[in-house]
Every structure is written in C-alpha cells, then in structure tokens.
C-alpha cells in the first residue's frame, strides 16, 4: 500500500468508523427542532482527497443519511452521481440500509448502473452512476461511499481511457478545489478534508460563512480539513444572485495567482496551434473586410459574422477539448461549436485581418473570486485596440445583437489568456440608454369602445435584439403572426392592419424602428355615458422586453444581492383623442421614484379631448447590492402603479 493511500485511510478513518453507530449524531438531529420537519436529515456529508505530485486527486465520498418521511423515501431509493469519463471515474465502493427495525441491508456495487447523463446542446459524454435502494421507510439511515479520481472539467489528449493520464489537471501539478458548503438538508455534520505534498502549497478562503478548520503536518503531507456542524438548508430569495454568491462556499488552490493560469492559459493554445491561418478562413476575413477602413468596424463585421454563422452545439472532437481550444480548421469547416470553438475561431480571423486576439475565460452567471479556483463555464475573446487596451469579444451570445459583448454579460469577471500574463477582470456596468426601449402611440378612441391608431417602437441594445428577433429568427410567413401577438397580449381582439420596418434583417446598420396600425374592437367597457380603459401603452405592450417586471417586487428588504437580465431604459408615450364630451373623471396623476442606480416616473392627464400618458423609467445595472433594492424596488412599483387600474371617463 502506497504512503498516499495510508495517508487517505487515515484521514478517513475516524469519518468511516462512525458508519458502525449513527446514534450520536441522530441524537443530535432529534435534539433540533430544524430537522424535524425535513424530509431527509444528513447525518454526515464528508469529502476526502489525497493529492499526488501531478495535481491528480483521489476522492472518497462519504454520505449518511435519515429518511423522515414518505418523500424522502421516494427521493433516495435510486443514488446518482455525476462523473465525467473524460477526466474522472467514480464508483460506488460501500452501500448500506440499517433499517429502522434494526434489519442491515448491503446493497450489492456489482448491480451499479452507469448511463449517459441527459444533456441539451452540449453532448461531451457526461455520464451517471445509479444504484437502486429499493424500498425505504421513515427513520432508515442510508450509508454509502464513492471512490473518485480525477477532476472536474474536460480536457481531451487522446488518452486512452485505461490511462491515469486522464485524472491529471490541465496545469499539470497544480490542484484546486470549488466546495460547494450549503446543503439540501438539514446536515449534522459537514466536512471536506484534503491531504497533499508537503511542497504543494495550498491557498483557501471561506466565503460567505464560518466553518472550523485546521492544518496538519504527517509523514511529508499537509492536511487541511474544514467542518460545519448542524448546517442548514440557505434561504434563497426570488432573483437572487447566484448560490456560488451568497452561499457559503470553500475554495483552494495550488496556484498562487491569476497571472499564472493567464500565462499558461495563453501558452497552451499557442502552443497546439489552435489560431493558425488556412487559406480558407484568410478568403473570407479578406471578402468580408473589403474596402473596410476602420478597425473597430472590422471588429464588429468579424464578430458579427462568426456569431451568425456558427451554430452552438458541442460534440467530442478527440484533441482540443476544454482549455485547449479547436483548431481554425476545424471551427471554419465545420461552423458548429460551443463557446470556445466560437471565440477560437473569432480570434483566427481576427488575426487574419492584423488584430492581436486571445482568448479569455470567464464565469457566465456567478463572480470569480480572488482565490485562482478555475471557477470558469464559459469562453471569449479579447482584442487589443490601437491604445493597448483589450476589449472582450463574445461572438457566442450576441448573434443577431447590436452590441460586440452582450450586455447580459455585465458585470462579469473574465481572465485574458494573454502572452504578458493579467488579473481578473470584469465587465462595466452598460448605460441604461445602450438598451432603450421607446413606443410612441398616437390612438382614437370612438364611442362604442373602438380604439384605433398607430404607434412606433425604437430600440436599442439588448432590448433591439428582443424587438427585432421576429425578423430574424424563424420563417418570414410568421413575422406578421409575432408581432399580432404583441397587440393581442393587451386584447384577443386586436387586429394588426399594417406594420413597416426598414432594415429590419440589416442590424447592425441601425436600432430597430418598427411602426404598427391596429385596430382594437372592444377595447373600452362602455356604459351609458361612461366610457372605461386605460392607455394602450400601459396595457402591457412589449412587456416581454421589460424584463424588471419580472422581479418580485412584494419583497420589502433584501439580505442578498439580486439580478435582473440587463441595465435599461424604457419610456412610454400616448397621445389618445377621446370622443367629444367625455371628461376623465380620476384627477391627474402624477408619479415619480428618485435614486442614482434606479429611478422612474410617470404622468396621466386631460387636456380637451387629448388624453396625454407617459412614463420612463431608468434601471442602471445588471447586478444589484442588497442595498439597492429600495431604489430599484421604488422605481419598479412606480412604474407598476402607472399602469394599474383603468381610467373612467364620462359623458358631461
């Protein structure tokens, strides 16, 4: 037996002796009010890892578990856990039901089935490991272990699958760990442990919580160990930021800082030649940039043409896979991908047309912390600019959008692969006015109740790509039908008469202005001298673009940051000729929400037979602090208020 594996069996072996007796820690579960009313109590959650001089990592994963109750029961009689057979193997070693009757049920590994795990979009050979349980009642305590080698993201050399090659990390030598600490469950006790070379230095921080931990010295390795003891299921809040945010998380690594994964970020994809010209590719940058002059309308062509032209879908395609990024050839032949083969091919071509380009990782969804983790889900590019500053690229999210990096992206860290190395860094905030949206209704209504009119929709950003999606995306017979569905949101019996967009497929020349005619049969509730509706623009037209109105504003206060899908700005207008003699009988309102990050206002009032509505509001960031949300929450709930409700106007 190797020192490593005496190592290992050490540092698990007070964890595993307590499989024997769990009446300590179900004491405990019993003694807190907290557990009684989950379904499930966890007993114990341990991780331990034993670390070699390559960065490989041996796992032993170690669960008990109390079933409470029916649904518990129904949850666990089949365990899954998820594994990639490109960089990892994982099994179940130990599986065991001491039922509440005092019966011991060993259920037999050798009936563990491993299938491919469900996937959309991205097909790389994930796969899962089951097991069956069969029946189990309230107050049986399942315990099981799983051995696992190897690490987390997928990086395909051509290894055979026999060859321990494959558990060795992409930084060869250099391990680190993302420990998830919040829990499903009630847990009892909760610990991750890990054992490497006395010198491989390791870097840890514990974010947004508290846990014990310690550090050991034994036999030329370090152990380092971290617990919680009777942690609770985190209460999350509706748009909350992500759990990898606010939760309580463990996050280690042998590297000591981001300018080293940087350089060698750089150094591997140099190195494979994954940026090398063809003569096909250099035919298309040269068709493409003909006659084109300046740069930044160079970029914008390249990337425009890349996003629109690669589909995303991601299949294995032997050597290139994870860090190390598909060849041009390959991206330029077959235009399929995921995000890397997108920004790799982006970074060819920009290459082709002179630019210095790299590729930069980043997190889509969640912060990277100052911990270098390898905290990464998603691939861009960056381009160096005439000033020497790098400007990032995303050709993977802004297909058919104005903008060069979405704006859905803000406020998100990325980490440049570049050849003199660089931190973290992150995204601006995107001007509300990048992404506005403005209707301007002119609109009659007629005593029996008909409204009629026109009215123009101009937009900008990421609210031009919501507005002009109908005329890109899907069949051109079924534009007609996406923008009736917009008329027929406010009433089932709109009638869309006309409606004109000039460069509608051409988005990149201008923002998008769409003008629509209608008429509205029925629109107002008419009685005898009374006449009752509200303004067509306060009666959800387009709300799909306002993605704030999907924020859960009854919330009165906030404990952690929130999200919405982008910084915006949307101003509403109508100008709406009553039928002669018909007064509003409500006074003229007026409303308005102040704040630096988030504001709003809005205006309803008579002037002879005009009715005049408008409002505006202004929303300045993609990612919130918790401290923003009586701003955003006030600005919001105004905005809300001026649609509310119905005008009741009569007859004098």
């Known amino acids: ?352 047309a002179g630019f210095e380009a790299y590729p930069a990782m980043t997190m889509a969804g969640s912060r990277i912390e100052t911990i270098p983790a390898d905290h990464f889900n998603h691939c861009v590019t960056v381009v160096k600019l005439e000033d020497g500053t790098y400007m990032p690229l995303d050709p993977t999210w802004v297909p058919f959008k104005r903008e060069l990096w979405s704006s859905a992206e803000q406020q998100q860290n990325y980490l440049p692969g570049i050849p003199e190395g660089s931190d973290l860094c992150i995204t601006p905030v995107s001007d509300p006015m990048n992404h506005y949206l403005k209707i301007n209704a002119k609109t009659a209504l007629s005593p029996d109740g008909t409204l009629t009119g026109e009215f123009t929709v101009n937009a900008e950003g990421q609210s031009d790509g919501s507005v002009r999606s109908p005329f890109l995306q899907g069949y051109a017979d079924r534009i007609y039908r996406s923008l009736e569905n917009q008329l027929l949101a406010v009433s089932p019996q709109a009638i869309l008469t006309s409606y004109t967009c000039k460069d509608a497929k051409d988005y990149q020349k201008a923002p998008i202005e769409l003008k629509i005619t209608f008429t509205i049969p029925s629109y107002a509730t008419v009685g005898e001298g009374v006449i009752m509706c509200k303004p067509l623009v306060f009666s959800g037209l387009y709300s799909g673009v306002c993605s704030f109105l999907r924020v859960d504003t009854n919330i009165k206060e906030r404990k952690y940051a929130f ?24 006074d003229a309102k007026s409303l308005s929400s102040e704040g630096e990050v988030a504001s709003a206002s809005g205006s309803i009032a008579q002037e002879g037979t005009k009715l005049r509505a408008e409002q505006k509001i202004s929303l300045g960031k993609r990612v919130y602090e918790a401290s923003d949300w009586a701003q955003f929450r006030g600005a919001v709930n105004t905005f809300k208020e001026m649609t509310n409700g119905v005008l009741v106007f009569e007859k004098k």
Not at 569 to 580: A, H
């Open 1 to 352: 037996m190797t020192r490593i594996s005496i190592t290992l069996f050490a540092l698990l072996a007070s964890i595993v002796s307590m499989a024997q007796d769990w009446s300590a820690a179900v004491a405990k579960a019993n003694g807190d009010k907290n557990f009684s009313s989950a379904s499930v109590a966890v007993l114990l959650d341990s991780i331990g890892v034993s670390v070699t001089d390559n960065g490989s990592g041996s796992f032993t994963i170690h669960k008990a578990l109390r079933i409470q109750d029916r649904r518990g029961a129904l949850a666990h009689r089949v365990l899954v856990y998820d594994y990639d057979p490109l960089t990892a193997s994982a099994q179940f070693d130990k599986v065991t039901v001491y039922g509440a009757d005092g019966t011991v049920r060993n259920i037999d590994t050798a009936t563990t089935c491993d299938y491919a795990a469900p996937a959309r979009a991205i097909y790389w050979g994930a796969r899962q490991i089951m097991i069956e349980l069969g029946e189990l009642n309230p107050g049986d305590i399942v315990d099981y272990t799983i051995n696992k080698k190897g690490f987390t993201y997928a990086l395909l050399a051509d290894i055979p699958a026999d060859d321990d090659e494959r558990f060795v990390p992409p930084m060869r030598g250099e391990f680190y760990d993302i420990v998830p600490f919040w829990v499903d469950y009630p847990t009892v006790k909760k610990v991750y442990s890990v054992s490497v070379p006395d010198g491989k230095p390791v870097q840890y921080e514990f974010y947004q919580g508290e846990c014990s931990s310690s550090v050991r010295k034994s036999g030329g390795r370090n152990l380092y160990t971290f617990s919680q003891s009777m942690a609770l299921p985190f209460k999350s809040e509706k748009n909350m930021v992500a759990l990898y945010d606010v939760a309580p998380k463990l996050m280690l690594s042998s590297t000591e800082k981001w300018e080293d994964k940087s350089l060698w970020f750089y150094g591997v994809n140099e190195d494979y030649g994954s940026f090398e010209p063809t003569p096909e590719a250099q035919k298309k940058v040269d068709e493409l940039l003909k006659g084109v002059k300046d740069n930044m309308q160079k970029i914008s062509i390249l990337t425009h043409w890349v996003a629109d032209n690669m589909r995303y879908s991601g299949i294995p395609m032997g050597k290139g896979e994870g860090y190390t990024l598909h060849n041009t050839k390959m991206n330029f032949t077959d235009r399929c991908g995921v995000c890397k083969d997108k920004a790799a091919l982006l970074i060819s071509m920009l290459r082709m």
């Open 563 to 586: 999200k919405d899908a982008c910084s915006r700005y949307v101003e509403l207008n109508e100008t709406m000729t009553l039928p002669k003699g018909y007064k509003m009988v409500q």
